[in-house]
């Protein structure tokens, strides 16, 4: 049986849940958001991800309905937003302190929305319990948030949001306040979770690893601009800018001047008197450009000799060794003075280690390794 691979915004027949038409926000003198247009779809998960000030949290408080456009249009279920009030929006936010009540019980918390949306009792009950028993929380339901965990809490948070059964949740920065290892966990209950409700999350997020993991489509921010959206293997295998490479993960960025030797085949010319980097590209590059080769540190090789066969191998001495356990960084000292970083994967015992600090070593890289970006 194969898999349908959920793709919405392929399908030219989908209606977006939600569409942003020519939007901008200003803030007095300030542009926020710069004239955006972009569309979501129901059941995705999808992620806003950029640098503090980039206007993530002002779309998603326009969404919400905390802040109005000062042009363009957001439409919600192909309805217009511009006067509709936050609370007759299908929309729920989680915030990052969660805003739990402190004198209430879990069970309680949880009923606080539906008690105001007058919901028949019976119906309440049900409906309780049944986002404790999606959210693992069933037998905390009567302690009070400060005697259960802060993964607990972020829990009780979303089943809170999800309650009253919104079409789009909106999550502030929603795991910021937990440590590594159960935000790590608790990325992943996120996603269980959405699936098994089918409603539309929007999360704002700084940290790259939980967009990554998370998001049907991740929207990668700059200055009020989106400046890439696409499925997070696109976003880091295919970065459409420096920018874009640079912000996601790690990466080597060579500058050069670009030379077309094929259809598709590029020689970049980065330092004198060393042979160019060979890549491939669908871009239209003109003979002198300045181009930039994109290339993570796991997609480059390195050993002791020339490897045969190379298309790209170039020489340089072992600077500096990062440690991470599971894989060794190596930041390579290149003619000319740039520095690239390798990796490879710890499968053996550090004392066994091939490489160490001042080893002259070769890096190579196959032809489709590096992104060659324009700017």
Same mark, same amino acid.
């Given at each position: 049986m194969t898999q349908t691979v959920f793709a919405p915004w392929e399908?030219?027949?989908?209606?977006?849940?939600?569409?942003?038409?020519?939007v901008t926000k200003r803030f007095g003198t300030?542009?926020?958001?710069?004239?955006?247009?972009?569309?979501?779809?129901?059941?995705?998960?999808?992620?806003?991800?950029?640098?503090?000030?980039?206007?993530k949290t002002t779309m998603m408080r326009m969404l919400?309905?905390?802040?109005?456009?000062?042009?363009?249009?957001?439409l919600i279920a192909g309805?217009?937003?511009?006067?509709?009030?936050?609370?007759?929006?299908?929309?729920?936010m989680m915030f990052q302190s969660y805003a739990l009540f402190p004198h209430l019980s879990i069970w309680e918390n949880i009923a606080f929305g539906l008690k105001r949306m007058k919901m028949p009792k019976d119906e309440m009950n049900a409906r309780v319990d049944e986002m404790l028993r999606l959210t693992r929380l069933s037998k905390f339901a009567k302690r009070k948030p400060h005697q259960i965990s802060g993964g607990q809490r972020q829990r009780v948070a979303l089943a809170r949001s999800l309650a009253r059964a919104p079409k789009l949740l909106l999550l502030d920065e929603p795991l910021g306040a937990l440590d590594k290892k159960l935000r790590e966990e608790t990325q992943f209950e996120l996603m269980d979770i959405?699936?098994?409700?089918?409603?539309?999350?929007?999360?704002?997020?700084?940290?790259?690893?939980?967009?990554?993991?998370?998001?049907?489509?991740?929207?990668?921010? &700059?200055?009020g601009k989106i400046m890439?959206?696409?499925?997070?293997?696109?976003?880091?295998e295919e970065p459409n800018s420096v920018y874009v490479a640079d912000f996601i993960g790690d990466v080597n960025i060579i500058e050069g001047t670009a030379k077309k030797t094929s259809e598709d085949g590029y020689d970049i010319l980065w330092h004198d008197g060393q042979e160019p980097f060979h890549a491939k590209t669908t871009r239209q590059l003109s &003979?002198?450009?300045?181009?930039?080769?994109?290339?993570r540190p796991e997609k480059i090789g390195i050993s002791p000799e020339k490897p045969e066969g190379a298309m790209n191998a170039v020489k340089g001495k072992i600077i500096d060794i990062g440690y991470l356990g599971n894989i060794s960084t190596y930041h390579v000292e290149l003619p000319g003075g740039v520095m690239i970083k390798a990796?490879?994967?710890n499968t053996r015992r550090l004392s066994r280690r091939t490489f160490t600090w001042e080893d002259e070593v070769w890096l190579s890289w196959t032809l489709t390794a590096g992104s060659v970006l324009e700017r």
């Open positions: 399908d030219p027949n989908e209606t977006p849940l939600i569409q942003f038409k020519g300030f542009t926020a958001i710069d004239n955006l247009t972009q569309d979501i779809y129901a059941r995705e998960f999808f992620a806003l991800l950029g640098p503090s000030g980039c206007g919400a309905g905390f802040e109005t456009p000062t042009k363009g249009q957001i309805q217009d937003m511009a006067n509709v009030p936050p609370n007759e929006r299908a929309v729920n959405q699936e098994k409700t089918g409603t539309t999350f929007v999360i704002v997020t700084h940290d790259q690893e939980e967009a990554m993991t998370v998001a049907s489509r991740v929207a990668v921010m &700059d200055d890439q959206v696409s499925t997070p293997d696109k976003i880091y &003979d002198g450009q300045k181009a930039f080769v994109a290339i990796q490879q994967t």
